[in-house]
């Protein structure tokens, strides 16, 4: 009787307390269906939603809600383990301690992120650190509220300044994926409302982040990965709300050729569509698409530029607009020489000899008698002029062949 009372009791005690596997393959094998049976009760009590990548332009990679959600408590700043620091000892010097103490102090504000994301890109520029700042950022916003997300999405500085943090530690596709999250709009507020997709607060912070991802490819000397994101924004923007174009973002594009000139290395496909989505001056102070036909990888044309700047109600605040912006202004001289250029090799020695004057006339900083008082590098101004001068003897020679011709017989 007491041999079968002890195995009752080690039988009763078997089923309530299971042996843990002899093996190390069978513990792999019990950990695996543990998991999948936990992801499984997850998946069924938070499905995730139905995703439509027709309703967005902006390609994300598949992920689970399980994995994003336990990655983002796992990653969380509060959960690492570090020595304790006296309550009232010296403040935090890298750019990582102090995020870290924000958070422990519940004091973190866009502003002082925005402070942090600019000490800590000086920091890795003079010496790389061990310590990812970008990876605590993501986590943090992933677990913040809608209210803090709208502050940060609306804050230029912001965006501005963690948008190169992001991409410098190696995480270029988070902030795709906010720039997803944006365009869901699920969790955006306006104010005290939910935003819609046709919110201006939030298609403006749309525009924000796609001219600050834009920026990053340019940054990398790849104008032409800029171009495209641009496009198919555009081409989105056009669909869901087409009378709030992407101001920012074409700025950022028309900017950036005009700098690059003909080296702007963007394809012929991709050039048309930048300027088929360009946005008037009328709607905003831009660099217009006739200024961006000049650098046209096959077909260059000044014939726009000519009739736009012949146009008084159009050139007068034109050439108001650009004087306030010091680098524009040399910018725009540069391509307003390109199209006199353009023209002589055209024959259309008219727009060539207009696009002079129009030079001299209004860029005496650059090249007329208070040239030399202007604050740009000697060098500059000489180049400038010497192209101009150039450009004088090259019309005034083909002036002088054609007028015989012209003359009657």
Same mark, same amino acid.
């Given at each position: 009787? @007491?041999?079968?009372?002890?195995?009752?009791?080690?039988?009763?005690?078997?089923?309530?307390?299971?042996?843990?596997?002899?093996?190390?393959?069978?513990?792999?094998? =019990?950990?695996?269906?543990?998991?999948?049976?936990?992801?499984?009760?997850?998946?069924?009590?938070?499905? #995730?939603?139905?995703?439509?990548?027709?309703?967005?332009?902006?390609?994300?990679?598949?992920?689970?809600?399980?994995?994003?959600?336990?990655?983002?408590?796992?990653?969380?700043?509060?959960?690492?383990?570090?020595? +304790?620091?006296?309550?009232?000892? #010296?403040?935090?010097?890298?750019?990582?301690?102090?995020?870290?103490?924000?958070?422990?102090?519940?004091?973190?504000?866009?502003?002082?992120?925005?402070?942090?994301? @600019?000490?800590?890109?000086?920091?890795?520029?003079?010496?790389?650190?061990?310590?990812?700042?970008?990876?605590?950022?993501?986590?943090?916003?992933?677990?913040?509220?809608?209210?803090?997300?709208?502050?940060?999405?609306?804050?230029?500085?912001?965006?501005?300044?963690?948008?190169?943090?992001?991409?410098?530690?190696?995480?270029?596709?988070?902030?795709?994926?906010?720039?997803?999250?944006?365009?869901?709009?699920?969790?955006?507020?306006?104010?005290?409302?939910?935003?819609?997709?046709?919110?201006?607060?939030?298609?403006?912070?749309?525009?924000?982040?796609?001219?600050?991802?834009?920026?990053?490819?340019?940054?990398?000397? +790849?104008?032409?990965?800029?171009?495209?994101?641009?496009?198919?924004?555009?081409?989105?923007?056009?669909?869901?709300?087409?009378?709030?174009?992407?101001?920012?973002?074409?700025?950022?594009?028309?900017?950036?050729?005009?700098?690059?000139?003909?080296?702007?290395?963007?394809?012929?496909?991709?050039?048309?569509?930048?300027?088929?989505?360009?946005?008037?001056?009328?709607?905003?102070?831009?660099?217009?698409?006739?200024?961006?036909?000049?650098?046209?990888?096959?077909?260059?044309?000044?014939?726009?530029?000519?009739?736009?700047?012949?146009?008084?109600?159009?050139?007068?605040?034109?050439?108001?607009?650009?004087?306030?912006?010091?680098?524009?202004?040399?910018?725009? =001289?540069?391509?307003?020489?390109?199209?006199?250029?353009?023209?002589?090799?055209?024959?259309?020695?008219?727009?060539?000899?207009?696009?002079?004057?129009?030079?001299?006339?209004?860029?005496?900083?650059?090249?007329?008698?208070?040239?030399?008082?202007?604050?740009?590098?000697?060098?500059?101004?000489?180049?400038?002029?010497?192209?101009?001068?150039?450009?004088?003897?090259?019309?005034?020679?083909?002036?002088?062949?054609?007028?015989?011709?012209?003359?009657?017989?």
């Amino acid at each position: 009787m @007491r041999v079968s009372a002890v195995l009752l009791l080690k039988n009763l005690l078997t089923r309530l307390h299971p042996p843990a596997p002899a093996t190390e393959r069978e513990s792999a094998r =019990l950990l695996a269906v543990l998991d999948h049976a936990f992801r499984r009760q997850l998946d069924a009590a938070h499905p #995730p939603p139905k995703e439509d990548l027709q309703q967005s332009p902006v390609p994300t990679q598949p992920s689970r809600p399980v994995n994003r959600h336990l990655e983002s408590l796992l990653l969380h700043p509060l959960l690492e383990t570090k020595q +304790s620091s006296p309550a009232h000892g #010296p403040p935090p010097h890298t750019a990582v301690d102090q995020f870290d103490h924000a958070l422990r102090t519940r004091n973190m504000t866009v502003a002082k992120l925005s402070r942090i994301a @600019r000490q800590y890109l000086v920091q890795i520029k003079n010496k790389p650190s061990p310590e990812k700042l970008g990876h605590r950022l993501a986590a943090w916003l992933e677990a913040e509220s809608a209210h803090t997300k709208s502050s940060f999405f609306q804050s230029p500085d912001a965006i501005h300044d963690v948008v190169p943090l992001m991409y410098a530690d190696g995480l270029e596709s988070t902030v795709w994926a906010w720039l997803r999250s944006l365009y869901e709009c699920e969790w955006f507020r306006d104010g005290d409302a939910v935003g819609s997709p046709q919110t201006p607060a939030l298609l403006h912070a749309q525009d924000m982040l796609i001219s600050e991802m834009m920026r990053m490819s340019i940054r990398r000397g +790849s104008i032409h990965d800029a171009a495209a994101q641009y496009v198919a924004a555009a081409l989105y923007r056009a669909q869901s709300a087409p009378t709030e174009p992407l101001t920012s973002s074409y700025k950022r594009i028309a900017t950036a050729i005009l700098h690059k000139r003909h080296r702007h290395g963007i394809d012929t496909s991709t050039f048309d569509q930048v300027v088929d989505h360009a946005i008037s001056f009328s709607t905003d102070r831009v660099v217009t698409r006739s200024f961006l036909q000049l650098y046209h990888p096959t077909s260059p044309t000044a014939e726009g530029l000519y009739h736009e700047l012949n146009n008084d109600s159009f050139a007068g605040p034109w050439h108001s607009w650009h004087r306030k912006h010091k680098l524009l202004h040399a910018a725009l =001289l540069n391509s307003v020489l390109d199209a006199a250029q353009l023209s002589l090799e055209q024959s259309k020695f008219h727009h060539a000899s207009f696009f002079l004057d129009l030079a001299e006339t209004h860029w005496p900083d650059y090249l007329g008698a208070s040239s030399s008082s202007v604050e740009s590098p000697p060098d500059h101004t000489s180049i400038i002029t010497s192209r101009l001068q150039r450009a004088r003897q090259l019309l005034a020679s083909h002036t002088s062949i054609v007028r015989p011709q012209l003359a009657p017989t």
